[in-house]
Nanobody, 115 residues
């Protein structure tokens, strides 16, 4: 089992920055890749970014160049640095871990970008 807890969300003006955190615990040795997803009101959950083995990263086109995903394996923490935020980035952001024994999700953290 893997437990994920997100933090760092909040209210920010357009053009501002936020840094999200995802703390992993439990069977973290079994994690193969991690990522961030988001869900805006009335919309389906969408993929934002992934970080895999060898620190491979990939981003949705809507955030590429503005968001940076990273992780600290010693601290079992993943980050999402979000710069140049736009109102359309407003959503609940979820942390995801793909592990040997299953697929795990955090409870989400709200990000609100005002215009």
């Amino acid at each position: 089992q893997v437990q994920l807890v997100e933090s760092g969300g909040g209210l920010v003006q357009a053009g501002g920055s936020l840094r999200l955190f995802c703390a992993a615990s439990g069977s973290t040795f079994s994690i193969n890749a991690m990522g961030w997803y988001r869900q805006a009101p009335g919309k389906e959950r969408e993929w934002v970014a992934t970080i895999g083995s060898g620190d491979y990263t990939n981003y949705a086109s809507s955030v590429k160049g503005r968001f940076t995903i990273s992780r600290d394996n010693a601290q079992n923490t993943m980050y999402l640095q979000m710069n140049s935020l736009k109102p359309e980035d407003t959503a609940v952001y979820f942390c995801n871990a793909i592990a040997r024994f299953g697929d795990y999700w955090g409870q989400g953290t709200q990000v609100t970008v005002s215009s």
